[in-house]
């Protein structure tokens, strides 16, 4: 790293601006900080209080850290658009934002932009992921967060448990109106869907971690998505946390933008209580 580097990073440290070394991008906002790789799909590859990491750092193929894609799947089915979730982006620092930008998608013809900032007031990182279509036809289409953390610990957000789908599937407990799964290994592959409040938790060894975005109604998600989904892969190996906003119709050249705001936070270790859990959730909302 150059002196240059080391300045930018000094103040990373202090909060003024986000600090790079190669193409991973850094910011800070207060204990909190978050790393991003711009040429590896803006991917959110690290996510700390202080030096304790919450995001999975387990090299399954691709499937590490926080990445983006458009919703609904079937537009695209699998693997993920390269164009967003792998190559690399285009980045520009400026006004106190780290804004990177995707190429156009060949086969869905949209562009993503994620932006991110600290916010000192909270103590917390907000990324706005926006969405632009350069086709030449009205398209739809919703953003998608997907965050892949260890296979361990507790899963929460309000939502009743008896509304989560398939039923069943996950070991969903109701307590307080909120649904809470405690993780378990399978060799199969389970997800479901639900229709929470706004925000999706997660507590494990010592750090909640929680994310906020705009709530939906039943009726706005995509076609066979949900606001909320939690997808468990077999074996012990990594969850993702997944939250989704509104379907929206986009003109040539129109966008859509949607915020989710990360939180992260010291929390009482294993046995972890509800009751205590929740009441910190409700403190950072």
């Known amino acids: 790293m150059n002196i240059k580097a080391v300045f930018i990073c000094f103040l990373a440290f202090i909060g003024l601006q986000s600090c790079q070394t190669d193409a991973i991008y850094h910011l800070k906002s207060g204990p909190v900080s978050m790393s991003i790789d711009a040429e590896n799909g803006a991917r959110i590859i690290s996510f700390k209080y202080e030096d304790k990491e919450v995001l999975s750092q387990l090299k399954v193929g691709e499937s590490f850290g926080s990445t983006f894609w458009t919703s609904p799947q079937k537009d695209w089915n699998w693997p993920p658009v390269p164009e967003f979730d792998k190559l690399p982006y285009t980045v520009e620092q400026k006004d106190g934002l780290l804004i990177m930008k995707s190429e156009v998608s060949e086969q869905l013809k949209y562009r993503v932009i994620k932006t991110f900032s600290a916010e000192e007031s909270t103590q917390s990182i907000l990324v706005t992921y926006t969405i632009i279509n350069e086709s030449e036809e009205e398209q739809r289409v919703a953003p998608w967060e997907i965050s892949r953390v260890p296979n361990a610990g507790v899963i929460f957000f309000d939502a009743p448990a008896d509304g989560i789908t398939p039923a069943g599937l996950l070991d969903f407990q109701e307590e307080d109106g909120v649904s809470w799964y405690e993780a378990d290994v399978k060799e199969d592959n389970r997800k479901i869907n639900a229709d929470a409040k706004g925000w999706l938790a997660y507590a494990h060894d010592g750090l909640l971690l929680v994310k906020q975005f705009p709530d ?70």
């Open 216 to 285: 939906l109604n039943p009726s706005e998600p995509a076609p066979g998505e949900a606001e909320v989904q939690v997808y468990v892969n077999h074996g012990d190996t990594y969850i993702e946390l997944e939250s989704q906003g509104k379907y929206t119709p986009l003109q040539p050249g129109e966008q859509l933008s949607w915020t989710v705001r990360w939180m992260l936070k010291p929390c009482e270790k294993e046995p972890l209580s509800p009751q205590n859990l929740l009441s910190e959730v409700k403190k950072l909302l």
